[in-house]
């Protein structure tokens, strides 16, 4: 199923009863409003609490914020298209070829990438 | 509604009583995605609005599906009536399909269960949707109030109901678990 919501942390939260506070807590910080700004998506989260609620709920990052997730991905799409258009230049060898594979079908994703609210 | 279909669409459930309102979203018919019981004081019909609004421009629902109350077999306080018409009025505004269900359709579709009170209608539910076991309030002794979880019990009952008249396979799975 497509995810249509920028976060799911707050449902992932909620299944498992965990407060806003006991989360944060777990996170390494003492207030609750650092998770209330990841559920609302105000604030983007890092590497270590995306991974925490990761390793803590036993779902993908990407599922969880996928909102970052597609940011990070449509961001990575302009400078691919421009390094497409460096490779297309050269010498079409095998590793030539290798890397517009990949970068043709991250921007083929970064297109397709659903618009979330 | 839009030309989503109906298993991925956003589907918000209100259920109104004394305190505020329950409220639960699904993302398909197993895909509980919030919930809650959001508290209001007496008659306060600004901020229900406002609490209505912020769910309805937060989640951007495709359908809200609250309880028909304007059949004779279903007696409701005028002030939850009223809270109800300013819902359905407000998720217009917000163009936001209404769907309404009696509670008879909401008994008709749990009768497996044997749920006609509140009480085993949220009883049911715990049983289809076992993640809100942790939210089903300890059984009400007869001198004391409702609690008001037992809103979001409602709410989550019409959604069921709403999901059940859009997929026979759906309904079918419910009256045979």
Redesign the interface.
Known sequence: ??S??PS?L??HR??S?LSQRELAFLLGVQSGAKVSRYE?LVRTPNLHDAFACQALFGVAAHEIFPAAFHAVEEALVPPARILVAQLSQEVPTAEVEQKLGLLLALIEQGDDAPTL? | MTGIPY??S?VLSVAPNSYGFGFVLF??PH??????VRYLAHGDRENLLLKLDALLS???PDVLVVEDCATRERRRATRVRRMLRDIVSRSARHLVETRRFTRAEVRLLLSRFGATTKREIAEAVVEILP?FS?HLPPKRKLWLPEHPRMSMFEAIALSLTYYATMDDDFRTALIKV
């Open positions: 199923m497509t249509r919501l799911y707050r449902t909620l299944k009863g609302r609210l | 298993q991925e956003l993302e398909g895909t509980p995605i919030d919930w809650g937060w989640y951007q993640e942790v």
